[in-house]
Nanobody
Framework: QERLVESGGGLVQPGGSLELSCAAS????????MAWYRQAPGKQRELVAT??????TYADSVQGRFRFSRNTALTTVYLEMSNLKPEDTGVYYC???????????WGQGIQVSVSS
């Protein structure tokens, strides 16, 4: 099955931390470029971080606070989020896209809420 299954998220206070997980198939994990997106209420979906075999990049708004990582044995990627801010609130989506084919997959989305 070619699917992405997200877990994690929840409600945290400003300055807190959360880790999101995205479990992928071996094929997707090995070949595809992985990414995390997020969408705040009433706003467009934005790219948070993306990682290929050669580099990992982050949006300016999360630079220095978020970290993309992976566990090869579990074929799972993670988004470690630290020093969270209210503006980080939104639904986070895991994404995988093929490096050259018109083919991609999405996770189901998971809520992250940062509030006092």
């Amino acid at each position: 099955q070619e699917r992405l299954v997200e877990s994690g998220g929840g409600l945290v206070q400003p300055g807190g931390s959360l880790e999101l997980s995205c479990a992928a198939s071996k094929t997707i994990f090995t070949i595809y470029t992985m990414a995390w997106y997020r969408q705040a209420p009433g706003k467009q979906r934005e790219l948070v971080a993306t990682s290929s075999s050669t580099r990992t990049t982050y949006a300016d708004s999360v630079q220095g606070r978020f970290r993309f990582s992976r566990n090869t044995a579990l074929t799972t990627v993670y988004l470690e989020m630290s020093n969270l801010k209210p503006e980080d609130t939104g639904v986070y989506y895991c994404n995988a896209h093929h490096p050259y084919a018109d083919d991609e997959y999405w996770g189901q989305g998971i809520q992250v809420s940062v509030s006092s």
